[in-house]
């Protein structure tokens, strides 16, 4: 055997003879000497932070054959057409065989790869199943295999691909080569489920260029979405002063044309022209408007995420994300389009946490749960012929009503639980082999657990975008750390880099809600309040008991409170006495919106399911204050809510009739007369005098019990009174 080049050749020498590059980039050296002297290697780097070269350098300097496993077709054409373009890298074969090629051209390849002519190979995990590769691969000598895009291979992703976890055992039966596992997208629990599936032995990881040093991150929090848009007209005409062009990236399609209105509106008076993208509009409209942005005629896109892949325009100065996206991962690569070309560019998140509902509802949109398996099990063994099937995703959606993702992910299930064997697949057919035609109970446990797990994780990452937006930290250091990246040195002390490091550190985070409404001494709280304080109830973290509870409605300075400062009850009652908003959330418990834990859970206030569902489904809700005296703003004494000297004479009539009725009923039922109602009870069904008994649960004191037990009765002895 010829000495390998590695040994004649030092590595900057051959990145300049093969690539023309003078320098390598971070780590890339680094990488490609462990992969040289043959440990598994896995690298971690953003896309465009040169991570492929980390196994096509190896590739050129070593005998013997680069598997190079790569999940999409459009890739692997791209890198080996940019490979051969490089006169040094066409000399030592670089080949795909892909489903793009017909059958001719594959068994091209095939002999040129029996040869020996092709040292740099790319395949589909899917071309394993074929026997004639597979001997063919035996005959060759394989230096090492590669698995490009190995986020695949975890079961933590959406992106998962079940061939991926048949990639060890071949690695075995090709002997063992050495491995490289390349990704752009890898947390701390993805990378050690590659290196788990992969069976990668102790291997040398390398995790870098996640810092984009020229683009500054900053979180605008906004109370409502008219505040958004607001928001948003004020800033472009700043963000477009620097010239070239901008993204807005919007949940939905509606958000997407709203946006884009609003910022065609703002721009008009400076003459830049601002489009909305999105999956709605025909295809070829999608590449015109495409072509207008690229060329600069239309500044501004407000787009969905359907925009975006293989989208490379240098001079893209800002990204907004109108809504924050589901994972940080979509974050970073959305937001990383900006500042392609190195210059300063802005990434702007304009966050309410009320986006976070919207995230959980997609995440709900495309779950599955096991009969949805089982439905797609049922479909493909009904069309059927002997042992396989034909699937036309098309027909799918049509009768189903799934999303191809979802297709995607119910046949990845099959395969998974050893059901259905995929045989072929393109954009409109698919054929898979029937291996099973019924699920055991204990496979459908088992889908079932899997099912949800991918659910919470896809929570669970939602919960770290949520994370990144209300951070007071640095968020640029947030993101690396998210992707075990570190701040290098040399950047740690730029000026360029969030809002929170910007800010003086005197300075406050800026609140963003301010009281929704003031309420100077109402008699009730109307619907809207309560929705509010009921909807913070339910996103609140940490829980909290009544008395800082308390705090956070009446907007309070506390330091205790200040971690609240987002939510959307926070001051909602600023101007309400201690004692009278202390009545509200009794109110509250009372009507079973909310629970107050005993000793043993701390007090801690929750929300109940009644309560969400009262403000999911916006019931109508009224709660009725007690007091008219105690309603004086900063009156905060502890005196009892009622006076009877409040009351006029027909309610003092009433409110001793109530009494008289309690201490019978008492008697009767030999208990406690307050274990029958309460004197506040008793109070405020003299003052408010309630008619129905949807008013009467309104009453302290009150719940439903009482209602069905004493409604009639107390319903009955206050209409005998004349209303005062
Ligand atoms: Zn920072």
Redesign the pocket.
């Known amino acids: 055997m010829p000495p390998s080049l590695q040994e004649t050749i030092p590595l900057p020498a051959a990145l300049h003879n093969y690539f023309g590059f003078q320098e390598f980039r971070p780590l890339q050296q680094e990488a490609i000497e462990a992969a040289l002297s043959g440990q598994d290697v896995l690298v971690v780097m953003p896309t465009g932070a040169g991570k492929s070269l980390c196994f096509q350098l190896p590739a050129a300097l070593s005998d013997g054959l680069t598997l190079v496993v790569s999940p999409l077709v459009a890739l692997m054409r791209d890198q080996v057409e940019a490979l051969r373009a490089l006169p040094e890298f066409s000399k030592i074969g670089v080949a795909a065989i892909s489903s793009l090629q017909d059958s001719a051209e594959q068994s091209m390849v095939l002999d040129d790869l029996a040869a020996g002519q092709i040292r740099l190979l790319y395949v589909s995990p899917e071309r394993f199943r074929s026997g004639a590769f597979r001997n063919i691969l035996s005959q060759v000598s394989v230096a090492r295999f590669v698995v490009d895009e190995a986020h695949c291979i975890s079961e933590w992703g959406h992106d998962f691909r079940p061939d991926y976890l048949q990639l060890n055992s071949i690695v075995e039966s090709l002997g063992k080569p050495p491995l490289i596992a390349v990704t752009a997208t890898a947390t701390e629990r993805v990378r050690e489920s590659i290196v788990r599936n992969l069976g990668m032995r102790n291997p040398q990881t390398f995790i870098g260029g996640f810092n984009r040093p020229n683009l500054h ?1 900053s979180v605008h929090r906004c109370k409502s979405d008219p505040h958004k848009l607001e928001m948003l007209a004020k800033a472009l005409p700043k963000l477009c002063g620097k010239g070239g062009s901008g993204l807005i990236y919007a949940a939905t399609r509606k958000q997407c044309e709203e946006v884009a209105e609003v910022a065609a509106r703002a721009l008009a008076p400076h003459g830049i022209r601002a489009a909305a993208y999105h999956a709605g509009l025909g295809a070829d409209d999608r590449l015109e408007l495409q072509r207008r942005w690229q060329s600069g005629e239309i500044a501004v896109l407000a787009a969905t995420n359907a925009f975006g892949m293989g989208i490379d325009k240098p001079d893209v100065r800002f990204v907004v994300h109108y809504a924050h996206p589901e994972s940080l991962e979509s974050y970073y690569q959305e937001a990383g389009r900006a500042g392609r070309d190195g210059r300063p560019s802005r990434c702007v998140i304009l966050y309410h946490f009320a986006d976070r509902r919207l995230r959980e509802w997609f995440i709900d949109n495309d779950s599955m749960t096991a009969d949805d398996i089982q439905t797609a099990l049922k479909l493909i063994c009904r069309t059927s012929d002997g042992d396989t099937s034909l699937i036309y995703p098309e027909q799918w959606k049509a009768k189903l009503n799934w999303t191809s993702v979802k297709i995607r992910l119910a046949i990845g299930e099959l395969e998974r639980a050893g059901m259905v064997e995929r045989i072929s697949e393109t954009a409109d057919q698919w054929i898979v082999r029937i291996l099973q035609r019924q699920f055991s109970l204990a496979d459908m446990d088992k889908i079932q657990f899997d099912l949800d797990r991918l659910r919470q994780e896809r929570l669970r990452r939602l919960d770290e975008m949520v994370n990144y937006c209300k951070t007071t930290g ?4 947030a993101t690396l750390r998210y992707f075990g990246d570190e701040l290098p040195a040399s950047d740690a002390k730029s000026t360029f ?2 809002d ?3 800010r003086p550190e005197s300075e406050e985070p800026p609140a963003i809600h301010k009281p929704l409404s003031k309420i100077a001494m109402p008699k009730s709280i109307d619907a809207g309040d309560i929705y509010s304080v009921l909807e913070g109830l339910d996103a609140l973290w940490p829980t909290v008991g009544k008395a800082r509870l308390i705090k956070v409605l009446r907007g309070s300075k506390a330091k205790d409170v200040e971690r609240f400062h987002d939510s959307p009850m926070l001051g909602i009652f600023e101007n309400i006495s201690v004692a009278s908003v202390e009545a509200f959330i009794l109110e509250l418990i009372d009507s079973g919106l909310m629970h107050q834990g005993d000793e043993d859970e701390y007090f801690v206030c929750s929300i109940t399911e009644k309560g969400r569902a009262a403000w999911e489904n916006r019931t109508p809700l009224k709660v009725l204050l007690p007091s008219r005296r105690h309603q004086t703003p900063k009156n905060t004494s502890s005196k009892p809510d009622h006076d009877n000297e409040d009351f006029s004479e027909a309610e003092k009539v009433l409110f001793d009739k109530l009494k008289q009725w309690r201490t019978n009923q008492a008697r009767q039922e030999s208990v406690p007369a307050y274990i029958v109602l309460s004197n506040q009870a008793i109070e405020d069904l003299t003052y408010h005098k309630p008619k129905t008994e949807a008013e009467l649960i309104q009453a302290r004191g009150i719940g439903e019990m009482k209602v069905q037990k004493y409604g009639a009765a107390l319903l009955d002895l206050i209409k005998e009174e004349p209303r005062a």
């Open positions: 991150y640095c968020r640029r250091r880099c969030c929170n490091c910007s």
